[in-house]
C-alpha cells in the first residue's frame, strides 16, 4: 500500500490524497459503502444510502464546540468507480469529498480529494489533512483484514 498526498503546499481550497491499494475495487467499493465497515475506518454512520440526493450522518464523541455530527448527502455514486458527498460540520464546514476508484495491475488507486475549503478556514484545512491521513490508514489496516 502506498499512500501519497498529493495536495500541493500553496492548495488552501482542496486536500487530495493517492492510495495504491492491492484489492479489488469491489472490495475497496465495499468499504467505502459497507456501514458496518464505514463505521470501523472512518466514523460511525446512520442512515446511508447510495442514492443521489439522500442525506445521512457521521457520529462521533462531540468536542467543544462541536457536536461531534458531520452532515452529508451523496452527490454522485457509480458502484466501484465514483463516491462524492457533501461533508458538512456545523456552520463551520462545508466541503465535499470525492472517492475515486482506478483499477491497476496490481488492485485499485483510490484518490480522495476534499474540497471546498475558504481561505479563512486553514485550521480546518489542517485538520481534515491529519484526519483524512488517519483514517486512511485505518482503511489500509481493514482492507487486509476482510474478505
Given at each position: 500500500m502506498n499512500l501519497t498526498d498529493k495536495t500541493a503546499p500553496s492548495q488552501t481550497e482542496s486536500i487530495s490524497f493517492e492510495f495504491d491499494l492491492n484489492h479489488s475495487p469491489a472490495k475497496v467499493w465495499r468499504a467505502l459503502t459497507d456501514p458496518e465497515l464505514l463505521t470501523e475506518w472512518?466514523?460511525?454512520?446512520?442512515?446511508?444510502?447510495?442514492?443521489?440526493?439522500?442525506?445521512?450522518?457521521?457520529?462521533?464523541?462531540?468536542?467543544?464546540?462541536?457536536?461531534?455530527?458531520?452532515?452529508?448527502?451523496?452527490l454522485e455514486s457509480e458502484a466501484q468507480k465514483k463516491?462524492?458527498?457533501?461533508?458538512?460540520?456545523?456552520?463551520?464546514?462545508?466541503?465535499v469529498v470525492t472517492f475515486t476508484l482506478t483499477p491497476t495491475t496490481s488492485g485499485t488507486r483510490l484518490s480522495l480529494?476534499?474540497?471546498?475549503?475558504?481561505?479563512?478556514?486553514?485550521?480546518n484545512f489542517g485538520g481534515a489533512r491529519y484526519g483524512w491521513k488517519m483514517m486512511g490508514g485505518k482503511l489500509v489496516d481493514l482492507l487486509a483484514k476482510i474478505s
Open positions: 472512518l466514523l460511525p454512520v446512520f442512515e446511508f444510502k447510495l442514492e443521489p440526493g439522500a442525506a445521512f450522518k457521521f457520529k462521533t464523541q462531540p468536542y467543544p464546540g462541536w457536536d461531534g455530527s458531520v452532515n452529508c448527502r451523496v463516491l462524492s458527498y457533501t461533508w458538512v460540520v456545523g456552520d463551520m464546514l462545508d466541503t480529494v476534499q474540497s471546498g475549503f475558504k481561505p479563512d478556514q486553514k485550521q
